[in-house]
């Protein structure tokens, strides 16, 4: 059977140099940014069998100086510019998720521009943005804009951050942050995409969520009752929740979900809509 592996991530050079000159060397506390090359990607394909990998960066994304929006289109740019030169020396195995350079609106209306002109099959945006999450209202220009061309969203989680306080430190410090807080941050984005009225209102987009649904199966009950209780945004059943995974959301296979994480996930979605 031919596999595509949708979440594998690419470590363009550019970017490695950005992320450590501006404080990112151990991003959400991992010991080091991992070495990568596409010769060495595709030797792994290889071995497992896989004929396309759909390559993005990862957390932290691009915003990578708080508040400068400025430095950060200039980051976002000549990485998606990196990647897309990655790909069409290697046409036949890798295709790409662009970044956007959240939360800047502005900007990340311009790039989409520019990044399905470098042949982007998608793009890859983390599950906040200092603190937004793409629910927020902000983002809706964007998600218009997105939808308008029928686009693939692949969120992949990142640090939760405080707005008050960029600079606070996450829960429980001491443990890398894609060790648990990852899956929390996932579901939190999950939920608000869907309490917000995004995933309803733009009907062109197709979501592809990390990991196997975090920590999402278990909570699907709660967040409809709530919805319904507290009658804000829009109001969302069990059932409901359960049609828009199998209509607008994809699953990937990622982040060790054997033995036990897929039998939640299978609760709630289906098998055909895993990656």
């Not at 000549?78 to 959240?102: K, M, Q, Y």
């Not at 029928?150 to 707005?163: D, E, G, I, Y």
Request: charged share 25%; aromatic share 10%; with cysteine.
């Amino acid at each position: 059977m031919e596999k595509i592996d949708t979440h594998c991530h690419v470590v363009p050079e550019g970017w490695r140099k950005w992320c450590k000159k501006l404080g990112w060397d151990k991003p959400d506390g991992m010991p080091a940014i991992p070495a990568w090359s596409p010769e060495a990607h595709i030797e792994l394909m290889n071995k497992l069998g896989v004929k396309r990998s759909i390559l993005s960066i990862t957390s932290p994304g691009t915003h990578l100086k708080i508040g400068d929006f400025e430095l950060t289109k200039r980051i976002t740019r000549d990485t998606n510019a990196e990647i897309a030169e990655i790909c069409n020396r290697f046409p036949d195995r890798f295709g790409w998720f662009a970044s956007l350079p959240f939360p800047d609106v502005d900007g990340s209306l311009e790039e989409i521009d520019a990044a399905l002109k470098l042949g982007a099959s998608g793009f890859a945006v983390m599950t906040n943005a200092q603190g937004y999450y793409m629910g927020d209202s902000r983002f809706d220009p964007v998600f218009q804009k997105l939808n308008d061309h029928n686009a693939v969203v692949f969120m992949h989680p990142t640090q939760c951050c405080s707005l008050d306080n960029p600079e606070a430190d996450k829960p429980l410090a001491q443990y890398p942050t894609p060790m648990m807080e990852y899956f929390f941050d996932t579901t939190r984005a999950v939920l608000n995409l869907l309490s917000s009225g995004t995933v309803t209102r733009f009907e062109n987009l197709n979501f592809i969520v990390s990991h196997c649904g975090a920590t999402l199966p278990p909570l699907v009950e709660r967040f409809a009752r709530f919805s319904t209780l507290l009658r804000s945004g829009e109001e969302l059943t069990s059932e409901r929740i359960k049609e828009l995974f199998r209509t607008r959301f994809y699953f990937d296979l990622a982040g060790m979900p054997f033995p036990d994480l897929i039998h939640g996930y299978l609760r709630i979605g289906d098998a055909d809509r895993l990656l």
